[in-house]
């Protein structure tokens, strides 16, 4: 293990959430608005590290095993398009306190262990759609999955054969 990885902290989302979500996505959205993330890939982030090197990964890795909060239920209520960014997104329109607060907690480690962190206040997201270069229509958000979230995870982005792939690679529960 000595290469740096690409890594970031993330919510994994439930493989039925997953489903629902990719069906209602197929239904609203066509191939031209945008690149559409495999299922596999959905996830929240919460905190991007960046390259990261073995001896930093296992620092941040220790820091986020000493965060102690209770878990919290996510409602993804809210939809939505950035063009700068070119995405188009799913999100909450009120952001549970418990997903506020560790996302502060994960970004501050990274911040104070050298990785740059963006001063723009954290914007919870899924991304559902890539390279969405024109304004697309975003349907009314005429759905509402509701989750709890118990865990948390760290993740590796690679890109293998043309393809982003992202694995967990270590996951930490939220106390009851
Ligand atoms: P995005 O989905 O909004 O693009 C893996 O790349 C994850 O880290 C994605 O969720 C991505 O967010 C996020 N990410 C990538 N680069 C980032 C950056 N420079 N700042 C913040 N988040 C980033």
Known sequence: MTEPK???FAIELPGPVREQIITW????FAPEDGRPLASANLHLTLAFLG?????????L???AGR???PGFT???DDAGQWLRSRVVWLGMRQPPRGLLQLANMLRAQAARSGCYQSPQPFHPHITLLRDASHAVAIPPPGFCWSF???EFSLYASSFERGRTRYSALQRWTLAE
Do not use: G, M
């Open 6 to 8: 690409r890594l970031f």
């Open 25 to 28: 996505r197929a239904a609203h």
């Open 148 to 150: 709890p979230v118990t």
């Open 51 to 59: 390259e990261v090197s073995p001896d930093k990964q296992q620092a």
């Open 67 to 69: 965060i102690r909060q």
């Open 61 to 63: 890795s220790q820091l």
């Open 74 to 76: 996510l409602k993804l």
